[in-house]
């Protein structure tokens, strides 16, 4: 029985993104970093005893550089796939669930950002839903996933360098700030 042990670049589901990352980011963050990632994840794929597992299930079980390779792979799969040049805003549900473990949207976005900004070297701010449903902020470094602590992941942004540089230089916390324009909820809320 044949087992598919390549997993694929996935295509990005836009062209641009206004002002807010530029073509040339995405084009190194998608064309060189992510293509890097699912390349080395390929070819470490073979013999491991992993092959033809689900993406997630293969980064809960990996170590070592096949985990930071799988990790990175769906980390960007998350981060690029949650934003749209024509996002659509955060929905009731949604609202209501941050209200409700963050005091409001407000200040879950400055807790959100800050945590990013915080975050020392290079690595992930996310938002999660843990087993009961409630949602959590962590701040995760370097190709970690909320996954492997049994949380179901719904927003990250990437803080690595890579990331922001070429766009906003040293100021990550302004490219944080920004990245706000670009969050489609409805993507962000399908996975709940
Ligand atoms: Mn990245």
Not at 12 to 33: A, D, N, Q, R
Not at 79 to 87: A, R, V
Not at 119 to 145: C, H, M, P, R, Y
Request: hydrophobic share 40%.
């Amino acid at each position: 029985m044949p087992i598919n042990n390549q997993f694929a670049l996935p295509e990005l589901p836009y062209v641009g993104l206004g002002g807010v990352i530029s073509p040339e980011t995405l084009s190194f963050h998608h064309g060189k970093h992510l293509k890097a990632y699912v390349d080395n994840l390929n070819k470490m794929l073979p013999g491991s005893g992993l092959e033809g597992l689900p993406l997630t299930e293969v980064v809960k079980k990996a170590e070592g550089g096949m985990f930071n390779n799988a990790g990175q792979v769906l980390n960007h799969i998350l981060y690029f796939g949650q934003f749209s040049p024509t996002p659509h805003p955060m929905g009731d549900r949604m609202t209501a669930l941050l209200e409700r473990d963050f005091g409001s949207v407000e200040t879950f976005r400055k807790e959100f950002e800050q945590k990013g900004a915080t975050l020392f070297g290079s690595g992930w701010v996310w938002l999660s839903a843990d087993n009961g449903g409630k949602l959590v902020i962590t701040q995760q470094k370097n190709a970690e996933n909320p996954v492997t602590m049994g949380l179901t992941p719904l927003l990250t942004f990437d803080v690595w360098e890579h990331a922001y540089y070429l766009d906003y230089q040293n100021r990550r916390a302004d490219y944080l700030a920004a990245l706000w324009q670009i969050v489609d909820w409805t993507v962000v809320e399908s996975r709940l």
